[in-house]
C-alpha cells in the first residue's frame, strides 16, 4: 500500500573526506577551518604539483585493514563501505533483520582506479596483468560488493548522473519509503580520485591550480577530492521504534535538467533554479523559511555563476546564509550530494553553519555572499542542498528540523 | 503476448547517399565525410547553429533523426516521455576519441573532449526534439536488428514508450552509416511491421 505522505526521517549518517574519516573528524576540521587540499599521493601525473586534490587521508591499504575488504574491489568500494557502515551504525536500528532495508548508492568512477592500473601494463605487454584486477569494476559492483558487507539484499540500485548522483540516491532513497517498497534505506554515494576524473576535469580547463575558492570574484575552477557519505533513511514506522533522536526530515527534492551542454550549466542557471524551486514547492516551504543553504559551489566560473544568478532569481532579496563546503573537501564528484547531505543533517542537528573559506571578492553580478566563519548555536529549521552536476542535471534536497 | 509495432518511417545515410523510406533523397559522391554531411544539412536547408559543433557521429545521427522525422511525425500527438532512443554501433566513440587524442600533443581540446562518449548523439537527438523517454546505445560488432526488435518491444509493449527512434548510427575514418527506424503503435498507409527482417532488408538495402 502506497503511502504518498509518509515523511521520511534521517536516522544516522556517515562521511569520509579529505577532512575526516568519520563525522567526528569532520566537525572538528569545520571548526578548526582546516581544509583537506595537497598535493596528489594517490598516483604519478604530470599534474602532481600543479593541480592541488583532496584525497582521503588514508592509503588503500589502510582502508583494506579497516574495512576487511579484499585488494582487487577498488579505493570508491572502500570509501564506500567505511561511509556506509558509519551510518547504519549511527541509527542503531533495533530488529533491522525483520525490516526490508535497500542500499541506494551512486557512484562515477567505478573501479577505475584499478582498471587505470592494469592498463598500463596490459598496453606494454598484452601477456600480462591479471584479469582479476578488471573484474567487477563496473559502477553497480560497487553497490553490490558493498551490500554484499552490509548484509542488505532486500533492495539494491546505483545510480550515476554525474555531480548529482548521490543527491538523486538519497531522493530514490526517499521515494522507496514513501512507495512502502522499505522500511529503511542507506542512500548516498562514494567516489575515489582517478586519473581519468582528474585528467578529464583539466582538460575541461577547469582546475584550479590553487586551492578553491567557491563564490569568489576571482575562483578559477575546482580541487578534484574523493569520499563518501551516507543517509539513513527510514519510515514513520521504524523513526517511532528508535532509542536515540533522529536528525531532521527530508522534505523536499527535485531534479531538473537544463539540456544546455554536455558539460556547463546554462549561464542564467535554468535547471539550478527549476531544482530549488519545485524542491521547495515539495516541501510547501518558501524561500525565506531556508535558513542555510549548502551551495554545491564547485568553484568554477561557470557553476558559481549560474547557481549565483538562479539563487538570486530564487532568493532575492532575502537571502539565508550560505556556503560551499567543497572549500573543505573539494569536489567528490558522485560523492558529494552525499558528503553534503550529511553536512546538511548535521548542522540541523547542532545548529551549524560552516564557513566558505577564502572567500575575498563578492562576484560581481550578484548581491550577497557566502558565509566565512563557523557559526554555532544557530537555529535552523531548513537546510537546502544543492547539487548540480554534468549533462545538466541538477538536484537539490531539503532537511528539515523536527 | 507482443502488440504489433510498425516502422512509420526510415531514413539511411551513406554512400554519399541519403535513403528516406524506399526513395532516394539526395546524394553526393566524392566529398569527404565531414563536406557530405555538412552538404546534406545545407541540401535539407536545416537551421541549427549547434550542428556545427558537433563531432561526425552526432552529426550523421542528428542528421538522420531530422530526415527520418521530417513531414509526417506528428511528435506533437506523444508527450515528451513517451518517445524514447535506442541506438547501436561498432565503433562506439572512437572517430572523435581519437580526434581528441590528437590534440593531447598540443592543449587537450575541451570542446572535442566532450563528444568522446556515443551516447552524445542521443542527447543531441533529444535536445533538438524534446525528447524526454528512456534511451540506450549498445556498442555490438555489427547491427543486431533481433537485438534492436527486443529493445524496442520491451519499451513499446510495456507502454514505457510510445514511439521509438532505433538503429543504427556509426562513424570511423573515412567509413560511415546510419539507418534509423521510426517506430510507432499504429499502422499507417505506408508503415511495415517492426521485425527485425524488415530492419534487415532497410539496413542492407542502403
Known sequence: ?402 | MTEKNHITSSCSISNGTVNKDDHKAFENHGLDISAFLLSVYQYFHFNYPKFYKMDNLSKLGWLAAEILLQNDFHKYNYQPEEIGVVLTNSNSSLDNDLKYFDTLKDIPSPSVFVYTLPNIVIGEICIRNNFKGEHAFFIQESFNADFVAQQVNYLLDNNILQACICGWVDVLGREYKATLFLVEKKKTEKSLLFSAENMNSIFNKN
Open chain 1, 1 to 402: 500500500m502506497a503511502n504518498m505522505d509518509q515523511t521520511v526521517y534521517i536516522a544516522g549518517v556517515g562521511v569520509i573526506s579529505a577532512i575526516g574519516n568519520n563525522v567526528a573528524e569532520h566537525l572538528a576540521s569545520f571548526e578548526r577551518g582546516e581544509a583537506g587540499m595537497a598535493e596528489i599521493t594517490l598516483f604519478d601525473t604530470i599534474h602532481k604539483h600543479t593541480r592541488p586534490v583532496a584525497e582521503v587521508k588514508l592509503t588503500d591499504d589502510e582502508l583494506i585493514a579497516q574495512t576487511g575488504l579484499s585488494t582487487h574491489n577498488g579505493r570508491t568500494a572502500l570509501l564506500s563501505l567505511v561511509a556506509a557502515r558509519e551510518a547504519m551504525a549511527d541509527a542503531a536500528i533495533p530488529g533491522l533483520e525483520a525490516l526490508r532495508v535497500g542500499f541506494v548508492s551512486a557512484n562515477t568512477v567505478g573501479g577505475m582506479d584499478r582498471s587505470e592500473d592494469f592498463f598500463v601494463r596490459f598496453l606494454a605487454d598484452n601477456s600480462k596483468g591479471k584479469l582479476k584486477n578488471v573484474f567487477d569494476h563496473e559502477c553497480g559492483s560497487m553497490t553490490e560488493i558493498v551490500a554484499d558487507q552490509l548484509g542488505i539484499t532486500d533492495f539494491l540500485t546505483t545510480i550515476s548522473t554525474a555531480c548529482s548522483s548521490s543527491a538523486n540516491a538519497i531522493f530514490y532513497g526517499a521515494r522507496l519509503i514513501r512507495n512502502n517498497v522499505v522500511d529503511v534505506v542507506v542512500a548516498g554515494g562514494a567516489d575515489a580520485i582517478t586519473k581519468f576524473t582528474l585528467n578529464g576535469f583539466n582538460t575541461l580547463m577547469i582546475l584550479d591550480k590553487e586551492f578553491c575558492k567557491p563564490f569568489d570574484e576571482h575562483r578559477e575552477g575546482l580541487n578534484l577530492g574523493e569520499g563518501a557519505g551516507y543517509l539513513v533513511l527510514v519510515s514513520d514506522k521504524v523513526a517511532k521504534t528508535l532509542n536515540k533522536p533522529l536528525y531532521c526530515t527530508l522534505s523536499g527534492y527535485n531534479n531538473s535538467n537544463d539540456a544546455y551542454h554536455q558539460t556547463a550549466s546554462s549561464p542564467d542557471g535554468t535547471g539550478s533554479y527549476l531544482a530549488m524551486k519545485k524542491a521547495l514547492d515539495k516541501s510547501g516551504l518558501k524561500p525565506t523559511d531556508i535558513d542555510y543553504i549548502n551551495l554545491h559551489g564547485t568553484g568554477t566560473p561557470n557553476n558559481d555563476s549560474a547557481e549565483g544568478t538562479a539563487v538570486k532569481r530564487l532568493f532575492d532579496p532575502e537571502y539565508p546564509p550560505m556556503s560551499s563546503t567543497k572549500s573543505f573537501t573539494g569536489h567528490t564528484l558522485g560523492a558529494s550530494g552525499g558528503v553534503e547531505a550529511v553536512f546538511s543533517a548535521l548542522a540541523i542537528k547542532h545548529g551549524l553553519i560552516y564557513p566558505n573559506l577564502r572567500f575575498e571578492t563578492r562576484m560581481s553580478d550578484l548581491p550577497f555572499e557566502p558565509e566565512r566563519k563557523f557559526l554555532k548555536d544557530q537555529d535552523l529549521k531548513h537546510v537546502m542542498s544543492n547539487s548540480f552536476g554534468f549533462g545538466g542535471n541538477c538536484t537539490s534536497l531539503i532537511f528539515s528540523k523536527i
